[in-house]
């Protein structure tokens, strides 16, 4: 192990000194073994990998399930189908759990899509600490979990709407559109000046579409959003709210 990873802040605990492995932050089995280049890694510890870990290892399997990238029967073939092989239990709930759907976006039918029982939670969780990762790869910036609160959550239009608007604003700084491994995981993210652990991120997985909430009705999307901010400052508190306040019939 180089020492370059060694003794230094672990990005997603951010405990002093507890780091002991590089971490890519979006990990390696999720792109082919010919797109692996060039992937940000950053400092972690034992703990934070393991559990991080464990996330990937279950959303690697599962995700390219709901993928509508063009290169998802590859990724079928070469990433899903050896993980499932190996992991037989993951391979019997979730033929169990697949069904056909079809796609509505902009209330035209897409694209015939499988669904499958994803835990979406996992999805968001995993999120997190790819912004963690992102925004110490970005900016340098650590967001202890002290004091610093998240939000992720797949959003319907008028929600990523106003998402949309905070990253596009002059007023940020912002990553720019970042697209890994010809699209495999895109994303953007944005962080305030002054706060700088305020930030928010678009992300996308395989262009994975997942179902989120609109006023009773479920429609399908493939960007998840994010949002960290400081505890206790007032212009997040506000931000938050804007974010959480019911849509408008
Ligand atoms: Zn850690």
């Known amino acids: 192990m180089s020492k370059r990873w060694k003794g230094k802040t672990c990005v997603y605990c951010t405990v002093e000194g507890s780091s002991t492995t590089p ?32 996330l990937e290892h279950y959303l690697s399997a599962v995700l390219p399930f709901g993928s509508t990238h063009a290169d998802a029967c590859d990724f079928m073939d070469k990433l899903v189908a050896p993980r499932l092989r ?5 391979a019997r709930e979730l033929s169990a759990g697949i069904d056909k759907t079809y796609a509505f976006i902009n209330g035209r039918v897409l ?6 029982p994803i835990d979406s939670e996992k999805v968001l969780d995993l999120y997190k600490f790819i912004a963690q990762g992102l925004a110490y790869t970005h900016w340098n910036v650590l967001m202890p979990a002290s004091d610093v609160v998240s939000l992720a959550e797949f959003l ?14 002059s007023k ?20 305030d000046p002054v706060h700088q652990t305020l930030t928010v991120w678009r ?6 579409i997942t179902e989120a909430e609109a006023n009773g009705q479920s429609i399908m999307v493939s960007n998840a959003y994010l949002m960290t901010a400081p505890c206790g400052l007032k212009a997040a508190t506000d931000l938050i709210e804007a974010w959480s306040r019911p849509v408008a019939a």
Do not use: W
Request: aromatic share 8%; with cysteine.
């Open 156 to 169: 319907i239009p008028e929600g990523a709407g106003y998402m949309e608007a905070m990253l596009n604003t």
């Open 111 to 116: 694209q015939t899509a499988m669904t499958i």
């Open 172 to 191: 940020v700084i912002s990553t720019g559109p970042v697209t890994l491994g010809d699209g495999v995981f895109t994303y953007q993210g944005v962080r």
């Open 23 to 54: 971490d890519h932050v979006i990990a390696r089995g999720f792109f082919p073994v010919d797109k692996r280049d060039n992937l940000p890694q950053v400092p972690a510890c034992d703990s934070c990998n393991v559990r991080k870990s464990n």
């Open 203 to 208: 992300m996308s997985m395989y262009s994975v």
């Open 86 to 90: 190996n992991n037989q239990k993951l």
